[in-house]
């Protein structure tokens, strides 16, 4: 028997041509890995530029596809958005709920918290983590400055924020919103030892888990005595007394209506045809929002009338506020379908409107705090006048806010208040720093 070289030009046995397959093989595959890598460096910061700038402009979470006009039209219908957006959540529309609480300024801060922790475990089931992450924030603000609200629900509430932050991936925003909560367990009058140490085992996993050695260490400390709080006062909210109903033109009330009337109609005719041929009543629709834009913006330009009572005026600057919002929507595509389009145009400028107003209405808040004359209240009445405008601004209701303003008179008038005896017991910052910038509880126990 005779052993030979391989003739170079001839077939390769059948082993040999599978081992060049292989290695091949294996080439391709390295350099799809390394290719993947590479890209992955220049669109990582993409994607977190993309997923801060959504969660920093709810107005980006919506989604105008994703909305069905016939329900999201029942607000112009006269729906009150509270009721809306619990049948919105509860039907799983998501996109639906979300645009009712991010244009609708009529919501309580505590509907706002229990809503947008609803919308974001449906954004969590539904694989949207970004949106989820804005909404659990959304909540997490609301519950901060609720007023009023029981103590034993602010901490459940916050510790439900920071549970949902966590499943969506948000670790440094789920520890923050778990230490707001600790807060509250430690310094909120009115908690009894069973209900802090309800709250302060909720957050117990979290804290331990992502917390540092000293914030474990404080952790403990608080559970051990959890009936020992320092002295604090508890606000109580007046804001209410800040507004009266002013006398509207009867031709308000008929524009609202005729409104309220197209509204209903068009539903009808989409319900009907499927969304098809629906042009005459969206028109009619325009027509009545435009007419009652029109009587709206008369009413405001008198809003600074000597006539009228200074809460008069806060009604007719919150009424207008809250039309804003309607206008803002409707630009944003917020009701599924186009409404009046020259709004869509003038998005800024409502934008620079709402801001203008908002401005308006703090100068006015600051002349009605001024005409108390309990020296005690008056400090009071100031700081929840206050927060109130740094949760519109958070929640995206008053743009072009001066926060740092806002956050220095909070500040100096939560000094006032310690100085006269009665310490909040839950005190409000603003932290600029860090990897969760905005408002937090300041600690106020040792």
């Known amino acids: 028997m005779t052993f030979r070289l391989s003739n170079p030009q ?6 040999r041509r599978w081992l060049q397959l292989l290695l091949f093989a294996g080439f391709v595959l390295s350099l799809l890995i390394g290719l993947g890598a590479l ?10 530029q993309e997923a801060a700038q959504i969660t920093s402009d709810p107005v980006l979470l919506v989604e105008p596809a994703r909305i069905p006009p016939h329900l999201a039209l029942l607000r112009l219908a006269g729906a009150e958005g509270d009721s809306l957006v619990r049948q919105a959540a509860n039907a799983g529309e998501r996109t639906l ?18 809503e947008s922790l609803r919308v974001g475990r449906l954004f969590l089931a539904d694989g949207d983590n970004v949106r989820a992450v804005a909404a659990f924030n959304r909540a997490r603000t609301a519950t901060l400055f609720a007023l009023p609200m029981a103590p034993l629900e602010r901490g459940q509430l916050l510790v439900r924020s920071a549970e949902g932050l966590l499943q969506a991936g948000d670790v440094a925003g789920s520890l923050q919103c ?15 030892p069973a209900q802090r140490a309800q709250i302060l085992q909720s957050l117990e996993p979290i804290i331990r888990a992502h917390g540092s050695s ?39 009330d008929e524009a609202r209506s005729q409104r309220a009337i197209a509204a209903k ?24 929002l435009q007419t009652e834009d029109s009587l709206r913006t008369e009413i405001y330009a008198g809003w600074n009338n000597s006539a009228l ?66 020296p005690l209240a008056r400090p ?24 740092d303003d806002l956050s220095s008179q909070m500040e100096a008038t939560q000094a006032e208040l310690e100085t006269l005896g009665v310490p909040p017991d839950l005190p409000l910052f603003y932290e600029i720093g860090g990897q969760t910038p905005g408002f937090r509880i300041a600690r106020r126990y040792q």
């Open 214 to 252: 000293e914030e474990s260490q404080r952790l403990n400390e608080l559970l051990r005595s959890p009936g020992q709080t320092p002295p604090r006062v508890a606000m109580i909210s007046r804001l209410s007394e800040l507004r009266a109903d002013y006398r509207q033109p009867v031709t308000l």
């Open 380 to 403: 009071i009445l100031r700081l929840e006048t206050l927060q109130w405008l740094a949760l519109q601004t958070e929640l995206g209701f008053y743009p072009n806010a001066p926060l």
């Open 265 to 288: 109609l068009l539903i009808d005719r989409i319900l009907l045809t499927g969304g098809q041929d629906i042009d005459l009543e969206r028109t009619v629709l325009v027509n009545a």
């Open 309 to 374: 009572q200074l809460s008069q005026r806060h009604g007719i600057l919150l009424d207008y506020r809250d039309w804003l919002l309607v206008k803002r929507q409707a630009a944003d595509g917020g009701f599924g379908l186009r409404l009046v389009e020259s709004w869509e145009g003038e998005r800024e400028k409502i934008r620079i409107q709402l801001g203008q107003v908002m401005g308006e209405m703090s100068a006015l808040m600051a002349a009605q705090v001024k005409e108390e004359t309990d």
């Open 97 to 114: 709920a979300y645009s009712i609480l991010i244009y609708d300024g009529t919501l309580t801060s505590t509907r706002q918290a229990n």
């Open 39 to 48: 890209l992955g460096i220049y669109l990582l910061p993409e994607v977190k």
């Open 178 to 192: 778990a230490l707001q909560a600790q807060h509250v367990a430690a310094q909120a009058a009115g908690l009894l």
């Open 10 to 15: 001839s077939t390769p046995r059948p082993g």
